[in-house]
């Protein structure tokens, strides 16, 4: 089962962007959980020179079978043209968090 759960990297330009995508994800059943990091700070290489800039992040419970339509969703609200959505495998975890991952998403 482990390896269906998947934990989801978003950044988002603001608190309230990361809340927003988040609070839409869970209450979709795209996402389990959302966890929401404020005070993130990214340097990173964007229109042809080093940015600086104030972010947050959210950290998204899924499965590999909501994936995509989760994928989808955050490119729909969210206010960059390209935003940062990594995916990584659960390699492994207490079976019964893991299960309420895999029963809330229906996944």
């Known amino acids: 089962m482990a390896l269906s759960v998947m934990i989801v990297y978003i950044t ?5 962007e990361a809340e927003r995508i ?3 994800c869970v209450s979709e059943r795209l996402a389990a ?24 992040a959210l950290l ?5 079978a909501r994936l ?3 994928i ?4 729909a609200l969210h206010s960059y043209d390209c935003p940062c959505v990594e995916a990584w495998p659960v390699a492994d975890g ?9 029963r809330e998403t229906g996944g």
């Open 72 to 75: 989808a969703r955050v490119r």
């Open 33 to 56: 959980c959302a966890n929401l990091i404020p005070g993130l700070r990214s340097i990173y290489w964007w229109d042809g020179a080093v940015q600086d800039a104030a972010e947050a």
């Open 22 to 24: 988040g609070r839409t």
């Open 60 to 64: 998204l419970k899924t499965t590999a």
């Open 94 to 102: 207490d079976p019964d968090f893991l299960a309420w991952v895999v």
């Open 68 to 70: 995509p339509a989760l």
């Open 12 to 16: 988002a330009a603001d608190p309230a």
